[in-house]
């Protein structure tokens, strides 16, 4: 079977990792990728936002499978596109539609969809720049602190938590008023804040039927002891200690069954993975948001764990008989842990040489996953995001796994690289 990724971080890497590996594969290529997978896959120089050379790319090569990996293609409607057109439309893509990508495209449309399907979650209002004297005034109602969210796309940066009334009202003015996430901002969610502990859950579904996958928590502020600005991710733990049977019961019952079944119910075609992001308040689960497809970097702690084939289960996915799909499990805890060019999440360079990585690769108890990344004419790896590589550990333990993540992080080098060194300690005071 060929097959076409589209995406080009550290998720698609370990997507990509998981998708040779299967007997099912015959050629993977990647659009556009990045250096970890054209180690192991064909990158091709196509946006994933360009659907018309996506369209000619399938014909040419035979593709008879489509993997989305990131959010902007899935809100800009390419499932969508391939669906409502002749040539292609035969070709199964792992996402969902336009509609359903709503659900992270916009937090105002999946507060609603939680409310009209009794989904546990927090209180909230949306405003607009119409309603900004109105929100200011639902401000000083509420208790702090106090959660902003821009409605729309902001890669991952677009939540804020404000600890007092005046940086509340401030940041209010600056995401509504000055634009401060662009169009993602147009309108604000204002939301109850939930004290718990978090972690995300992943299902897999093909519409009618699920899987749910390995739990993550991940690690979203810059700093240590979760200090300082919000990332797309700076590491990630799997499985969850604190997430025990009884609790993932409760998310199975009290969550992703009715979210599955109100996408059925509104008639919303959904192929493709549904990430949860959870707060555990007193062992009962409350969804803080949706995201329509893997978190990155969790993907990175949340596939090693699988052990069945994952290639199988994207076909099933995409064959809508995911109810045939035997979901196995290794039994070891990942961690990962996210190195990043200094400056990150605001400016930083790009183009400096990566040392270190042939023997990263080959130590036992690792994979190393890369993000913003590229190749150069010489063959030398070079940083090409701020996210630069996710490094995985696993073990029979989270310190076993913690060992082996940072014994293979400290081999590893470039100029004015940064990566948290606390990954995974406050998991490890709540197991003591």
Same mark, same amino acid.
């Given at each position: 079977? *060929?097959?076409?990724?589209?995406?080009?971080?550290?998720?698609?890497?370990?997507?990509?990792?998981?998708?040779?590996?299967?007997?099912?594969?015959?050629?993977?290529?990647?659009?556009?990728?990045?250096?970890?997978?054209?180690?192991?896959?064909? *990158?091709?120089?196509?946006?994933?936002?360009?659907?018309?050379?996506?369209?000619?790319?399938?014909?040419?090569?035979?593709?008879?499978?489509?993997?989305?990996?990131?959010?902007?293609?899935?809100?800009?409607?390419?499932?969508?596109?391939?669906?409502?057109?002749?040539?292609?439309?035969?070709?199964?893509?792992?996402?969902?539609?336009?509609?359903?990508?709503?659900?992270?495209?916009?937090?105002?449309?999946?507060?609603?969809?939680?409310? +009209?399907?009794?989904?546990?979650?927090?209180?909230?209002?949306?405003?607009?720049?119409?309603?900004?004297?109105?929100?200011?005034?639902?401000?000083?109602?509420?208790?702090?602190?106090?959660?902003?969210?821009?409605?729309?796309?902001?890669?991952?940066?677009?939540?804020?938590?404000?600890?007092?009334?005046?940086?509340?009202?401030?940041?209010?003015?600056?995401?509504?008023?000055?634009?401060?996430?662009?169009?993602?901002?147009?309108?604000?969610?204002?939301?109850?804040?939930?004290? &718990?502990?978090?972690?995300?859950?992943?299902?897999?579904?093909?519409?009618?039927?699920?899987?749910?996958?390995?739990?993550?928590?991940?690690?979203?502020?810059?700093?240590?002891?979760?200090?300082?600005?919000?990332?797309?991710?700076? &590491?990630?733990?799997?499985?969850?200690?604190?997430?025990?049977?009884?609790?993932?019961?409760?998310?199975?019952?009290? @969550?992703?069954?009715?979210?599955?079944?109100?996408?059925h119910k509104e008639e919303i075609r959904y192929r493709g993975f549904l990430f949860i992001g959870l707060m555990n308040i007193g062992g009962e689960p409350y969804v803080i948001e949706y995201n329509?497809?893997?978190?990155?970097?969790?993907?990175?702690?949340?596939?090693? +764990?699988?052990?069945?084939?994952?290639?199988?289960?994207?076909?099933?996915?995409?064959?809508?008989?995911?109810?045939?799909?035997?979901?196995?499990?290794?039994?070891?805890?990942?961690?990962?842990?996210?190195?990043?060019?200094?400056?990150?999440?605001?400016?930083?360079?790009?183009?400096?040489?990566?040392?270190?990585?042939?023997?990263?690769?080959? +130590?036992?108890?690792?994979?190393?996953?890369?993000?913003?990344?590229?190749?150069?004419? *010489?063959?030398?790896?070079?940083?090409?995001?701020?996210?630069?590589?996710?490094?995985?550990?696993?073990?029979?333990?989270?310190?076993?796994?913690?060992?082996?993540?940072?014994?293979?992080?400290?081999?590893?080098?470039?100029?004015?690289?940064?990566?948290?060194?606390?990954?995974?300690?406050? @998991?490890?005071?709540?197991?003591?």
């Open positions: 079977m *060929n097959i076409l990724l589209l995406g080009s971080g550290g998720r698609e890497h370990a997507f990509a990792w998981k998708i040779v590996n299967s007997p099912k594969c015959t050629k993977l290529f990647v659009a556009p990728g990045n250096a970890g997978t054209a180690q192991i896959a064909e *990158n091709v120089a196509i946006s994933p936002t360009d659907f018309e050379k996506l369209q000619s790319f399938v014909l040419e090569k035979n593709i008879e499978l489509v993997v989305v990996g990131p959010e902007e293609p899935l809100v800009r409607g390419v499932v969508d596109y391939f669906e409502g057109n002749e040539k292609i439309s035969h070709i199964p893509v792992i996402g969902p539609g336009q509609r359903g990508a709503h659900l992270e495209g916009s937090k105002d449309f999946s507060k609603k969809f939680m409310e +009209r399907h009794g989904v546990p979650t927090a209180a909230s209002k949306t405003f607009t720049k119409d309603t900004f004297s109105e929100g200011l005034e639902y401000l000083k109602s509420q208790t702090l602190p106090i959660v902003l969210k821009a409605d729309g796309l902001a890669a991952g940066k677009g939540v804020l938590i404000c600890e007092t009334l005046g940086e509340a009202e401030s940041s209010f003015k600056e995401m509504l008023l000055d634009a401060k996430f662009g169009e993602a901002s147009q309108k604000v969610v204002v939301e109850q804040f939930l004290d &718990g502990i978090e972690l995300s859950v992943f299902v897999a579904t093909d519409g009618k039927s699920y899987r749910i996958l390995p739990e993550a928590k991940d690690y979203k502020r810059i700093g240590e002891k979760d200090a300082g600005l919000n990332t797309g991710g700076m &590491g990630a733990v799997s499985p969850v200690p604190f997430a025990d049977k009884a609790f993932l019961s409760k998310v199975e019952e009290k @969550v992703v069954k009715p979210s599955i079944e109100g996408l329509v497809r893997m978190g990155d970097p969790e993907t990175q702690a949340v596939l090693p +764990r699988i052990k069945s084939d994952f290639l199988e289960m994207l076909i099933h996915m995409g064959n809508e008989t995911l109810d045939n799909y035997v979901l196995e499990l290794h039994d070891f805890t990942s961690t990962t842990v996210v190195m990043v060019a200094g400056g990150y999440p605001e400016s930083y360079n790009k183009g400096d040489k990566i040392e270190g990585l042939s023997e990263a690769y080959s +130590r036992e108890g690792s994979e190393v996953f890369h993000a913003g990344t590229k190749l150069a004419e *010489n063959g030398n790896v070079l940083t090409n995001g701020g996210r630069v590589l996710a490094v995985t550990g696993m073990g029979s333990s989270i310190e076993e796994a913690l060992e082996n993540a940072y014994g293979t992080v400290s081999g590893i080098c470039w100029n004015d690289l940064y990566f948290r060194k606390d990954i995974g300690q406050d @998991v490890l005071k709540l197991i003591k």
